[in-house]
């Protein structure tokens, strides 16, 4: 019996192919409309029935949109203005909390009487989230407030903004500032008194709003590959919740002029151009390690995408929700509306020019659509070619894709942790695109030696070449290298999980399947991506438990749920990295090194490519370094220690 297809959650297309031409906006903003029209209750109340949390800032959210469509001209009619009427009327009386929510652990001021929206509309439930779903209200109240007065009464807006002043002063003064520490949320907070200042005329909420900027953001970023993030529930790197920071702090550029929202959205986007893969595909991450937003990080990522000349486009964003929030597919929920109406009324194009050149940061290297990131600390994590993506693999919680050293005594390590500083040195050359990363590692022996990785593409196909110099290692010790974990694939507009592997005329195998040995020079083929082998491959499998990710416990699991599932918290809050770095295993798909090379040094040469090659390889010691010639290319790996200044050596050649 064949096993379901387990797909990732919300890695879909592209979000700059979705069309936001001006006429398309138009069509999607009047079958939003209608939707939201034909379901109105007759109290007014335009929420999504179906929806069980969210729900405070919803039917305000959906008025929201249809001030959108007045204000663009898309709609205007009296049963438009009626429904808009009748839905705010339905929020004041109705969505509007004065009364302390039972259980709420974080209000300075206890019964202040100000107005705040919950989460969930029982008291005492889950009232932990009525903090973000008040700042969500206050987004969609100013945005009505500004774009609506055409479509509400006076006695409607003045009330409102009665409302929109308590709910700033619910945020800032009743309540902790940002509980969730969560850094989206507050920046949302910040652009809403922003706006609120700003159409109010007030300069105290402004200065505030600016205030709790630079104190509760600004002051608690983090540094990850040496660009700042703001925090989100303890870390920075976030797959979710930094495009939507992205937006945020676009809007805030906009609202207020500051230059400091453009200089952080700035360093965002940077890191996501970093991180991103050819494809757009993004892995890891503290928050959500596979879940990507829809509507919410558009209007940010298009905004940037210009400012950094990247194409932040690419990202494979969550189709689902990708105009507008819906519980009930294709009916707005109203939920994150006001990312909805800046992206309808923002005038900026997507950056659309894919690059003619292999691109280089210090953690990436992508050409055409391959690319390889790197962590922090320069070890691979993803690779990306031929649609399919490769992540890091786990050896006794070891996580990377290099050089594994295994004792006589059956202990592995992973050989991928630097000692001490990291050289890198890029190269472009005959439309190939090079990386050299050259480490200190040291082994459980408290031996130091040198590990080389270099990384070749050509569009096409990423080859990887390690080099390393065993004269220290024991005599018994075996070196393998540890390829990565084949992970998700393209399936047109979704990523499908890879569950099972074959080698050409080997037949197919499941990766939760007992130990696999492939023929010597073997090719394995997962999803759309061949990874062959210049000395052989072999696979190996974690054994049960909960712990080692491929087992016949986790098989059908995504790499976020087992994260979650082994975090120190329950779903929705912490660090679900955390569970990750619990796992103890994964599928290990390990290469041999070539029999001959250079003395005392083992040299290991792998291609991830749409189809399998022939790695005809060769190692010689050359006078700077070591000389490594493929059937694709020929490339100089200096010596470790680099030339009279220190610098790596990297020369590289076509065939």
Known sequence: MTAAAVY?????????????????????????????????????????????????????????????AWHRDDRRDSELVDAARRGLDFVLAERVFRTDNPGEPFLLVRDSGLPYARYVLEAGEHPFGDWPSTVWALLHAVNVLEFGREVITETQWTRLAEVATGFWRWLTEASMFNPQQTANQAIGAVVAGLTLGRLLSEKSIVDDAMFLYHSEVRANRVVD???????????????????????????????SGEQCFLDDGEEIARHLETRLSARGFDYGGPRYSEQHCGCEGMHGLRFFSGRVQAELGRYLGDRRVAYFCASTPGVPSGHFAFATVWFFLDGNRWYREPAQTPVHTRYSLRHGQ?????????????????????????????HGIGPVLQYADGRRMLLTRPLGPVRVRDAAEGGLGAKLVTKAVVTWDQVMLSAQQLYVTDGERLFLVAVLDRATLPVNAELAFLAGLPYA????????????????????????????ALSTGGTLLAGGLALSAAAGLRVENPPDGAAYFNSPRTADMTQEQLSFWLGDDPRGYGDPDAGWRRVVATNHVLAGPIAATPHRRAVFVLCYGPEPVALDVAAEEAPDGVRVRTPFFSAIVGHPAGDVGGEPVLRIAAS
């Not at 700042?228 to 809007?251: C, K, M, W």
């Open 8 to 68: 990732l959650p919300s890695q879909h297309a592209s979000v700059h192919d979705l069309p936001d031409d001006h006429d398309e906006l138009r069509r999607v903003l009047d079958r939003a409309v209608s939707a939201v029209l034909a379901r109105q209750r007759p109290d007014g109340n335009l929420e999504d029935p179906a929806a069980v949390d969210d729900i405070g800032d919803m039917a305000l959210g959906v008025v929201s949109l249809l001030c959108l």
């Open 225 to 255: 590959r040496e660009l700042r993030l703001p925090v989100e529930h303890g870390a920075g790197h976030d797959q979710n919740y930094l495009p939507i920071s992205l937006t945020f702090l676009a809007r805030a550029y906009q609202v």
């Open 370 to 398: 391959v690319s390889v990131s790197l962590t922090a600390r320069l070890t691979p994590y993803l690779i990306d070619a031929a649609g399919t993506a490769v992540i890091e693999s786990v050896v006794d919680h070891q």
């Open 489 to 516: 694939t393209v399936e047109g507009s979704r990523q499908r999980r890879i569950r099972t592997v074959s080698e050409p005329g080997g037949g197919e195998f499941d990766l939760g399947d007992a130990w696999r």
